[in-house]
């Protein structure tokens, strides 16, 4: 029973995130997915080892980023949640390193990713950055149950682009599983995950943040954007949303969070919220300190 309630867990994720989805394509910090998930061009925080490891150059002190998530409580007879961590380190002309840690957890399985991120500025407002990743799940399966209980060690490579350009516009691109690594127990299975590309575009002005961004995945089109407005030097309000281009695929989803910032720290909430599924929201919580 409790095996037919997980197979149902990872069938609602699938469908979230449509072929062959990779749980960890959902755990990422609460500012970014307050923004929609269209990060690929503001990656000004360490979220971006995650999504786009170029804009980590834009940071130039060290800094931390912890994230919790609780996932879709609607779905009963699992607990579904995630956790976060994200450290930056700038080396000046050496570049920016990057060491990020991503767990996706459910009662019986879960799956976790090791990230190294190096990004360097290539010349003018032009940066490059990429990632070296380690993945493995885990499912603890009843006894008799068939299949693999675990995936092993698998290494992933992503690269991202970034541009500061002269009018207050910046352009981010990311690929991700440029190798496409076979997450499955028996490389023969198959199982491998697809090619992300990610491109973007952000405009601030006057306190204001404003992000779209598009991605292709196998084929299926997301098109996701965001806002974020500052009151101030410590309160924030993010809005953002998003959408699958392609007819039946995937859900449209809208997201909203807030941030506060006191000292060298900064809180942040975000919640996103599908709109064609009956299973709840996802609720986020963020904690980063600037040394």
Wanted: glycine share 16%.
């Amino acid at each position: 029973m409790r095996y037919s309630v997980l197979i149902g867990v990872l069938v609602v994720l699938a469908w979230l995130v449509p072929v062959q989805a990779d749980e960890l394509d959902l755990c990422v910090g609460a500012r970014p997915v307050s923004l929609g998930g269209s990060f690929v061009a503001v990656a000004d925080d360490p979220n971006a080892i995650f999504l786009n490891p170029a804009g980590l150059v834009q940071m130039d002190r060290a800094e931390i980023t912890v994230m919790g998530a609780r996932l879709f409580p609607g779905i009963e007879g699992d607990k579904l949640g995630m956790g976060l961590v994200g450290f930056v380190l700038p080396s000046g002309g050496l570049g920016t390193l990057g060491l990020g840690v991503q767990m996706f957890m459910a009662d019986r399985f879960n799956k976790n990713a090791f990230t190294l991120s190096y990004a360097r500025h290539l010349m003018g407002g032009l940066s490059l950055g990429v990632n070296l990743k380690g993945m493995m799940w885990k499912a603890d399966l009843e006894p008799g149950d068939p299949g693999p209980t675990s995936s092993g060690l698998k290494v992933g490579l992503d690269f991202g682009l970034f541009w500061r350009t002269p009018w207050k516009v910046r352009v981010g691109a990311f690929v991700r599983n440029v190798n496409q690594p076979s997450i499955a127990n028996n490389t023969s299975l198959g199982g491998k995950l697809p090619m992300e590309i990610r491109v973007g575009l952000a405009y601030e002005r006057l306190g204001m943040l404003v992000t779209a961004e598009l991605s292709s995945k196998d084929g299926v089109m997301d098109l996701s954007g965001g806002v974020e407005q500052r009151f101030g030097e410590n309160f924030c309000v993010y809005l953002g949303g998003g959408q699958y281009l392609e007819k039946d695929k995937g859900s449209a989803k809208i997201n909203a969070g807030v941030g506060y910032t006191f000292w060298n720290m900064h809180l942040e909430y975000g919640y996103m919220y599908l709109l064609d599924l009956p299973v709840g929201g996802a609720h986020r919580i963020s904690f980063g300190y600037r040394f």
